[in-house]
């Protein structure tokens, strides 16, 4: 089968051949390693959601599930559609820098840009802010899986999307009862659920006092 976009991925192949060494070799790693950026991030965001209210903490704890939840959404989707990996399917096309993945190992969606998506959206969710970092960090850590020649530019749209919509479905479905699952855990006097879910805000407010002379 011949895709729309198997041009634009023998064009993309190409400029990464064309590219200096040290730029292929970052691709190469940085495919991998961007997605232990969110794994970071996601630990970062529950460590500093154990001083927010509940339903703040219990977005953080969801944040990485529902990322999982969008990679298994993935994976029964590449059984259902089985597309052959294109750097074996796309003829002409320039010899992939990553290995390409065995017989069976199927191309869409992109996992790594399914898990990419997911992070990126629930992260926002965890803290606004992080968007400046994740969503560019979403799309480069995508683009990659093409550079390196693994995957079709179809391929990873699809997974930024589908990831981003399943994680955000989740969140939305499950914010309460799992707030209610922390605010029991956090009004537990074991010692390990209280460090896991922290206390909460301290409060900041101190009882004001009188300076009127008697």
């Given at each position: 089968?011949?895709?729309?976009?198997?041009?634009?991925?023998?064009?993309?192949?190409?400029?990464?051949?064309?590219?200096?060494?040290?730029?292929?070799?970052?691709?190469?790693?940085?495919?991998?390693?961007?997605?232990?950026?969110?794994?970071?991030?996601?630990?970062?965001?529950?460590?500093?959601?154990?001083?927010?209210?509940?339903?703040?903490?219990?977005?953080?704890?969801?944040?990485?599930?529902?990322?999982?939840?969008?990679?298994?959404?993935?994976?029964?989707?590449?059984?259902?559609?089985a597309?052959?990996?294109p750097?074996?399917?796309?003829?002409?096309?320039?010899?992939?820098?990553?290995?390409c993945?065995?017989?069976?190992?199927?191309?869409f969606?992109?996992?790594?840009?399914?898990?990419?998506?997911?992070?990126?959206?629930?992260?926002?969710?965890?803290?606004?802010?992080?968007?400046?970092?994740?969503?560019?960090?979403?799309?480069?850590?995508?683009?990659?899986?093409?550079?390196?020649?693994?995957?079709?530019?179809?391929?990873?749209?699809?997974?930024l999307?589908?990831?981003a919509?399943?994680?955000?479905?989740?969140?939305?479905?499950?914010?309460?009862?799992?707030?209610?699952?922390?605010?029991?855990?956090?009004?537990?006097?074991?010692?390990?659920?209280?460090?896991?879910?922290?206390?909460?805000?301290?409060?900041?407010?101190?009882?004001?006092?009188?300076?009127?002379?008697?």
């Amino acid at each position: 089968m011949d895709f729309v976009d198997s041009g634009l991925y023998r064009d993309i192949t190409d400029h990464a051949h064309d590219a200096p060494a040290w730029l292929r070799h970052t691709a190469e790693i940085g495919t991998e390693a961007g997605l232990l950026v969110f794994v970071a991030l996601f630990a970062l965001g529950w460590w500093r959601a154990r001083r927010s209210d509940t339903r703040a903490f219990a977005i953080a704890v969801l944040a990485p599930l529902a990322t999982a939840v969008a990679y298994v959404c993935s994976e029964i989707l590449k059984s259902v559609v089985a597309e052959e990996r294109p750097c074996r399917a796309v003829a002409g096309a320039a010899p992939s820098l990553a290995e390409c993945p065995p017989y069976g190992d199927w191309s869409f969606p992109s996992n790594h840009a399914t898990i990419a998506g997911a992070s990126a959206a629930t992260l926002v969710l965890v803290r606004r802010t992080l968007v400046r970092l994740t969503v560019p960090l979403a799309l480069l850590a995508a683009f990659s899986r093409v550079f390196v020649g693994v995957h079709y530019p179809h391929d990873v749209a699809a997974g930024l999307l589908l990831g981003a919509a399943v994680a955000l479905t989740v969140v939305a479905l499950a914010t309460g009862p799992a707030t209610r699952l922390a605010a029991t855990v956090r009004g537990s006097t074991a010692p390990v659920a209280r460090w896991i879910t922290g206390l909460g805000p301290r409060a900041t407010a101190l009882p004001r006092t009188s300076h009127r002379r008697p």
